[in-house]
C-alpha cells in the first residue's frame, strides 16, 4: 500500500487539474457567450414557458458541483470517526503528517508503553472491578430495606461511590461548570453522546434515574441489582419500539417529584467529539423541565469517542484505560421550558443549539442513525424537488409567464 500511495496522490492531482481546466474553460466559454453558467433559482418571471422547459446540459453543473463538495468535506461520517490530531499523542498516530518517529520520540513512546501497561492498566482494572462489584453487591442489599427517606438516601450514597470510584479506573479529569444549574427531581437531563462512559461522568457529581434497554450478561445483572435500589427505567427489545408506552412511562416518573432526574441522550448513538447532531423528539414530548448538559472531552490525553462498528465494549474500555488519561469540561445550562406554539422538534433543536454553543460544538440537523442506516427518503425528496424547480421551474411560475 505504501508504494501506491504516491501513485495515487500523483493520479488524484492529475484528476483535480484536470477538473479544474475544464471548469476554467467552461466557465471562459459561458462569459464569451454572456450566458449564465449556473442557473439561479429564481421566481421565473422574466423567464417564457417554452424556455423554462428546456434541458441544457450546464443544468446538471450545479448538482455535480454540489455532489463533488459532498463528497469531499462529508460532515456526517467523518463524525463517526475519531477526532484528528494536530500532533501525536503518544497513543496512536492520529495524523497521517506525523508518521516519521526520531530515536527520542521511540524511547519514549517505549517508556510510556511500560508505565501506561505495566503500572496504570492492571490498577485501573483492578479499581474498575472494585467499583462494579460493590455497585452490584451494595445496591442489592439496600433493596430489601423498605422504601423510604432512608432507602433513597442510601442508595444515593452508594452510586456515588461507586461511580466516582469507575472514574477514578479511568483517570478521570472532570471540570464541573455552573453546578447551581444541575438537575432536580422531577426533571430531564439531556446531554451530548460521545461515549458509554458520559454516564459515569455525569453520575459521579449526582444522582440520575438511568434509561436502557434491557441487556444480558454481566450488564444485565448490573441492571438488576441497581432497579432494586433506585427507580431506573429498563425496556425489553420489544417494549424500545413502542414510543407511547416508552412516553407514558417517562412521563410518570418526571410527575413523581420524589424520583431521581432521568438521564438521556437523545441523539441515539455516539459522535466523535466535534459536534452535536439531531436530537430525537420523544424526550421533549412530555413536557417536564429540561436541564441541558455539554460534556466535551480532551482528546489529547485518551480519546472517548466509541466506535462502535469498530471496537467492541471490552476493547473500548480497554483502550480507555491504557490512555494516558480521559479529561473533560461538563457545563449545567439553565433549565429549559417548552414555549407555547413551539412543537417537539423545534424544542429538541433549541435545546441542541444551546448544548453546541456552549461545548464549542458544531450543530448539525443530520439524524446520528446514519452511522448504520440510510439517508431517508424525505431527504431526497428535498433534492429532487429543488433539482426540479431549477430544472423547469414551479407550476406557480410556469403561470406567471
Known sequence: CSELLPLAIWLSELYWSIVDWATHRIERGAKDNNHLLYKPYSN?????LDHASEFEMSDIFYFCRQGVESIMDDEVTKRFSAEELESWNLLTRSNYNFQHISLRLTVLWGLGVVIRYGFLLPLRVTLAFTGVGLL????????FLPNGRMKNFLSEQVHLMCYRICVRALTAIITYHDSENKPKNGGICVANHTSPIDVIILASDGCYAMVGQIHGGLMGVIQKSMVKACPHIWFERSEVKDRHLVAKRLSDHVEDKTKLPILIFPEGTCINNTSVMMFKKGSFEIGSTVYPVAIKYDPRFGDAFWNSSQFGMVNYLLRMMSSWAIVCSVWYLPPMTR???EDAVQFANRVKAAIARQGGLVDLLWDGGLKRG?????????Q???YSKMLVGTQEDRSRS
Open 44 to 48: 421565473g418571471d422574466n423567464r417564457d
Open 384 to 386: 429532487q424537488k429543488l
Open 136 to 143: 452490584v453487591v451494595l445496591t442489592s442489599i439496600i433493596g
Open 339 to 341: 414555549e407555547e406554539g
Open 374 to 382: 440510510k439517508v431517508k427518503d424525505t431527504f431526497k425528496e428535498e
